[in-house]
């Protein structure tokens, strides 16, 4: 149901939409469609975005960003989120809106901020406009917009294959504590995706069974060890600098560090949240890091708000 706006008065539906951190990203050889195939398992974490659409009137789409890197985001049609709000509509000329993004999600971060706006953008204009859409409908249509797209729909910890988008529920055990380090500037995705083809190191989709055991265990020290993203090499060559924040986590206590996604971002596990907060607090000294915020796994996906 959508709510009234308190100030326009007009139609108004709010959605709380989650981070990702990649636990292993396994990543073949690029194919004919310009993508790689994945095997990678996500989870996501308890850093929100938040997207208000509001109603707007026939055919018209606008969006507004605020918080977290709000300067580095499109205001125009290259947004994921009017995109998405876009696409959602079709050809219904009655239909539009105007989005309002908040973000505490870094951007270009390797946590999918934009594909998670892009995400909560389908579910808000669904309900604004009364669609019959199930979150399955969302998500495939999120796929059209990008691979990243219908996990934050999904939430709690998934296997994404394909292009990482065909996703796959697995049950885990336990609740994971993570310090996220966020890196000054964001990296590209295709950019890391093209050095991870020029240093030609492929060793295969298969998401490692270690890793899928500790999290079926909750056994947060092995997974910690068994953490793996094939795009980190591609990642530290063109951000030296990550390698230290990722010596820097590990010296300090962390169970296991790893780049999330295609970085720059560098997530730790630690073994409880005091322990999270102290390593968030050393970590922090460090010059390359900008910030860091601290957050538990898994979540579930994009959630309306009343
Ligand atoms: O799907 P999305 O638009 O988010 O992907 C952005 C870019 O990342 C793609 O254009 C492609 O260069 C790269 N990519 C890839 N293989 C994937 C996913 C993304 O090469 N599985």
Not at 35 to 63: I, K
């Amino acid at each position: 149901m959508a709510a009234d706006d308190e100030t326009t008065g007009r139609a108004s539906v709010r959605v709380r939409v989650p981070a990702k951190i990649n636990l292993a990203l396994c990543v073949g050889p690029l194919g004919s469609d310009g993508y790689h195939p994945l095997g990678t398992a996500f989870q996501a974490v308890s850093l929100y975005d938040e997207v208000t659409a509001t109603d707007a009137g026939p055919g018209h789409f606008s969006v507004t960003v605020t918080g977290e890197g709000a300067a580095d985001v499109p205001g125009d049609d290259a947004n994921l989120a009017l995109r998405a709000a876009r696409l959602l509509a079709g050809h219904n000329p009655r239909l539009g809106a105007h989005l309002g993004i908040r973000k505490a999600i870094p951007v270009a971060g390797g946590m999918a901020g934009g594909s998670a706006d892009g995400a909560a953008a389908l579910l808000a204009c669904s309900v604004l406009w009364d669609l019959d859409q199930s979150l399955d409908d969302l998500q495939l249509l999120g796929s059209e917009l990008g691979s990243d797209v219908p996990f934050p729909l999904h939430g709690g910890t998934a296997i994404g294959t394909r292009r990482g988008d065909r996703l796959l529920a697995l049950l885990t055990r336990g609740t994971y504590h993570w310090v996220l380090a966020f890196a000054h500037g964001g990296l590209s995705t295709p950019a890391v995706f093209r050095r991870f083809d020029e240093l030609g190191r492929i060793t295969g989709t298969e998401i490692p069974p270690p890793l899928l055991n500790a999290l079926a265990g909750g056994d947060a020290a092995a997974l910690g060890r068994t953490l793996r993203n094939d795009l980190q090499p591609a990642a530290l060559d063109l951000r030296p600098e990550l390698a230290g924040t990722l010596e820097r986590g590990l010296a300090a206590g962390a169970l296991g560090g790893v780049i999330s996604g295609s970085g720059p971002t560098c997530a730790f596990l630690a073994s409880t949240e005091s322990r999270a907060l102290t390593l968030a607090a050393d970590l922090s000294q460090l010059p390359q890091v900008r910030a860091t915020r601290v957050a538990v796994g898994p979540v579930p996906g994009a959630k309306l708000l009343t």
